[in-house]
């Protein structure tokens, strides 16, 4: 492949340094680079708010491939104000794509681009904010046309933005040069993309390649509340939509504090089998202390991914253009659940999750009728049952809503095995607020409580259909606390949902991540105040070890044989992944 056998290793290069740049410079700061990776490729932008010259962008394609770098092209859409226009309403400096001088600049580039690159890459600002007069009317026209009398944005812009691709981007640079391949980068906030224009449905159809933004940022002071699981879910979300023209997942060092985040967002995109890791950006990252750590890691994972498989996990349907209970899956990831994401319905996975984001699909009770009655599983959230209680969910469930809710800090945990249905009663580490699904008794079941006074209240809940089963998870109001849910009762969530017949037993923000050849990926994450911290693992059936190939093939025994599990103990050390194949 290239420099690493599982992966091509590459980086972009900003348009203020691609203009700046001399050859002196461009050749000591190589040597940083080189001291501490291999590199494969770069993408060279020319545009970004100001428009390098074709000559700097040459000197520079020049000075890489003397290196022996691939160099492919880059583009951000971002313009300033035209002179002599009055400024718009536009955050980041994103174009108005109704202004006739930003569009005029937009073909130029595209143009550019075709005829200096045979490729070139989309950066994440393709998309609009634009409240102009004129944007206002383009909407205004678009949603009389098609009947929407609500004043959104959504249908226009997405409208909007695919044939700005067609006829903005691609024509001008296809008519320069018709070989040139184009990649649009989605970014990582998916279950916004519709409000602002980005449009997969649409522009999969239209671009060479997509690519995924993998960038995880600080939980606590940024807005975006992105779980660093995202990282991976995002990755076999683009891949299950348009397998094999996923290019790669590109991350960045901006907004973390930590270098071990810093590297996790590169762990994760590894796991997630990427074609390239593109990191962001050579200027950012020119004398950081996250290339060299980045740099000795990822010899480690190339290693790691020599025996992965292909990525299986529970599948979370998330049609195109669905906005629900944002990024839950990926909070449900970090707590062990091993997820994989798509945007077509999984009718024939093993198991399937679903949130309220599956809600978008207005057939989504009827596929997921059909589903549970042929034998699948299906785990959903009560968000999920709640927006579709008038659509047919009462088919399956007992379950209804007549807005409570529940300051919870107790637990009773109805163990999976063993005789007469015996019960756990843990303590969580903090109350959390959850939904009351109130069910029917002896139509649906209870298998975790909370328990409140005199009361306990339905939590992880299960209803049998035809062959198969739906089971209910009331998730709490912020979804980060089921990170603070106890052990037993995330265990008991798991042992439902083995993927291979593995599942965790043990502490929140720690993932699994599974392959098809019988490997799995063990990873606990790196937080404030964390320590290392005894887990077992459960693999059904009757297995002889678990192995590990990156460490001469070290065997790890089992702890215990019963009820049909065989059971490991595994010390979880933060920040530390092992690749473990199943020995049977």
């Not at 992105?226 to 299950?240: H, K």
Request: glycine residues 8%.
């Amino acid at each position: 492949m290239g420099n690493y056998r599982n992966f091509k290793l590459v980086v972009y290069f900003v348009a203020h340094g691609t203009q700046n740049e001399t050859r002196e410079k461009l050749e000591e700061e190589l040597q940083f680079f080189g001291k501490h990776m291999r590199l494969d490729k770069v993408y060279l932008e020319p545009y970004r708010d100001i428009f390098a010259t074709a000559e700097q962008v040459e000197m520079c394609k020049a000075v890489f491939e003397e290196h022996g770098i691939e160099v492919a092209g880059g583009i951000t859409t971002t313009i300033p104000t035209p002179e002599g226009d009055e400024p718009k309403a536009r955050m980041f400096n994103t174009f108005c794509y109704n202004d006739p001088q930003m569009v005029a600049k937009l073909k130029e580039v595209s143009r550019f681009l075709g005829e200096h690159f045979n490729e070139f890459i989309i950066d994440d600002f393709y998309f609009t904010n634009c409240t102009c007069e004129l944007c206002r009317a383009g909407r205004d026209a678009y949603n009389q046309e098609q009947g929407i009398t609500d004043g959104s944005w959504q249908a226009y812009r997405l409208w909007l933005m695919e044939k700005v691709s067609r006829e903005y981007m691609i024509a001008p640079a296809k008519a320069a040069n018709p070989n040139c391949k184009i990649t649009i980068k989605y970014p990582n906030w998916a279950e916004s993309y519709q409000e602002t224009g980005y449009n997969p449905a649409a522009q999969r159809k239209l671009f060479d390649m997509v690519y995924t933004g993998t960038e995880a940022r600080d939980p606590f002071v940024q807005d975006q509340h992105l779980p660093r699981y995202l990282s991976y879910s995002l990755m076999t979300y683009f891949e299950n939509m348009w397998p094999g023209h996923n290019g790669g997942g590109w991350f960045d060092p901006f907004d973390l504090y930590v270098t071990e985040h810093y590297l996790e967002q590169a762990y994760l995109t590894a796991f997630a089998k990427p074609k390239e890791m593109m990191m962001f950006c050579f200027q950012a990252l020119m004398g950081s202390m996250n290339v060299p750590a980045l740099g000795y890691q990822l010899d480690k994972l190339d290693r790691l991914l020599d025996d992965a498989g292909n990525p299986v996990g529970i599948m979370c349907y998330l049609p195109d253009n669905c906005q629900g209970e944002d990024n839950v899956q990926d909070y449900l990831g970090m707590c062990g659940l091993p997820i994989v994401c798509t945007p077509y319905f999984p009718e024939n996975a093993p198991c399937i999750f679903l949130s309220r984001s599956a809600a978008y699909d207005e057939d989504v009770v009827e596929k997921l009728e059909k589903y549970v009655a042929n034998g699948g599983k299906a785990l959903v959230t009560a968000g999920f049952v709640e927006a579709t209680m008038e659509r047919g969910i009462k088919k399956i469930t007992s379950i209804r809503f007549h807005g409570r809710k529940v300051l919870a800090n107790d637990y009773m945990v109805e163990l999976k095995n063993g005789w007469g249905r015996p019960m756990v009663y843990p303590h969580g580490r903090e109350k959390v607020l959850v939904p009351v699904p109130e069910i029917r008794n002896n139509a649906t079941w209870s298998l975790v409580k909370t328990q409140v006074g005199q009361e306990s209240f339905g939590m992880f809940v299960r209803d049998t259909y035809g062959k198969g089963e739906m089971w209910t998870l009331a998730v709490p109001d912020a979804y980060s606390q089921l990170y603070q849910l106890p052990e037993e009762v995330l265990t008991r969530i798991r042992a439902e949902f083995p993927v291979n017949g593995v599942y965790l037993e043990g502490d929140s923000e720690i993932s699994l991540f599974m392959y098809d050849n019988d490997t799995f990926i063990f990873y606990p994450y790196v937080e404030h105040g964390v320590q290392p911290k005894y887990t077992k693992i459960h693999v059904l059936g009757d297995v002889k070890a678990l192995e590990i190939p990156a460490e001469g093939n070290r065997e790890v025994k089992p702890l215990y044989q019963q009820h049909g599990e065989t059971v490991f103990e595994w010390k979880a050390l933060p920040g530390r992944y092992t690749l473990f194949k199943i020995v049977r």
